[in-house]
T-cell receptor, first 111, second 115 residues
Framework: EAGVVQSPRYKIIEKKQPVAFWCNPI?????LYWYRQNLGQGPELLIR????????DSQLPKDRFSAERLKGVDSTLKIQPAELGDSAVYLC?????????FGQGTRLTVV | AQSVTQPDIHITVSEGASLELRCNYS??????LFWYVQSPGQGLQLLLK??????LVQGIKGFEAEFKRSQSSFNLRKPSVHWSDAAEYFC?????????????FGAGTRLAVHP
């Protein structure tokens, strides 16, 4: 069974530029999460989807971050414009129930 | 509010020694509890989980964890550590929110293994 696939693995951009991350969850998992992990910290939830509906986006900085999950499968997380403080690892996870399965993450560096 | 505390930021053990990583949680009801491991540059891999029943749960790679309700703890143990166990370990609680579950993570414990 294929795991959660994220791309790209690494991204370096200049501040004020846009960036997008893509996630393909495990087949059949209705729940999809985006987490942000700052250096030396645990992951923090940005947004959670149940199928195509965002059911928890309270931690998503909506002035610059947006996300979508078309057809309840793949998801895209976008930042526009990026700031230096957005440098982090962005993790996507999917879930059939209480536990979550994570992708390898996208390491974003904003310079 | 729900929270997870991992008191040890960094632990070093010798290969072959036993290991215990501490985790305390704050949650009103009986939580779902998890331990994940993260190797450098990788995502998080689920080691084990507790939902209900037997309070001692077995996981992959020879790890086990014990749920102690009276202490609000879910400590991770391994009887003999291997050099390949060096990684960062995260404890997480599955908290109900708006009818759905979300995972709340601790800050992690970085494990170093000396040969």
């Amino acid at each position: 069974e294929a795991g959660v696939v994220q791309s790209p693995r690494y991204k370096i951009i200049e501040k004020k530029q846009p960036v997008a991350f893509w996630c393909n969850p495990i087949s059949g998992h209705n729940t999809l999460y985006w987490y942000r992990q700052n250096l030396g910290q645990g992951p923090e939830l940005l947004i959670r989807y149940e199928n195509e509906e965002a059911v928890d986006d309270s931690q998503l900085p909506k002035d610059r971050f947006s996300a979508e999950r078309l057809k309840g499968v793949d998801s895209t997380l976008k930042i526009q414009p990026a700031e230096l403080g957005d440098s982090a690892v962005y993790l996507c996870a999917s879930s059939p129930g209480p536990e979550a399965f994570f992708g390898q993450g996208t390491r974003l560096t904003v310079v | 509010a729900q929270s997870v505390t991992q008191p040890d930021i960094h632990i070093t053990v010798s290969e072959g020694a036993s290991l215990e990583l501490r985790c305390n949680y704050s949650y009103g009801a009986t939580p779902y509890l998890f331990w994940y491991v993260q190797s450098p540059g990788q995502g998080l891999q689920l080691l084990l989980k507790y939902f209900s029943g037997d309070t001692l749960v077995q996981g992959i790679k020879g790890f086990e964890a014990e749920f102690k309700r009276s202490q609000s703890s879910f400590n991770l143990r391994k009887p003999s550590v291997h050099w390949s166990d060096a990684a960062e370990y995260f404890c997480a609680v599955g908290a109900a929110s708006g009818g759905y579950n979300k995972l709340i993570f601790g800050a992690g414990t970085r494990l170093a293994v000396h040969p």
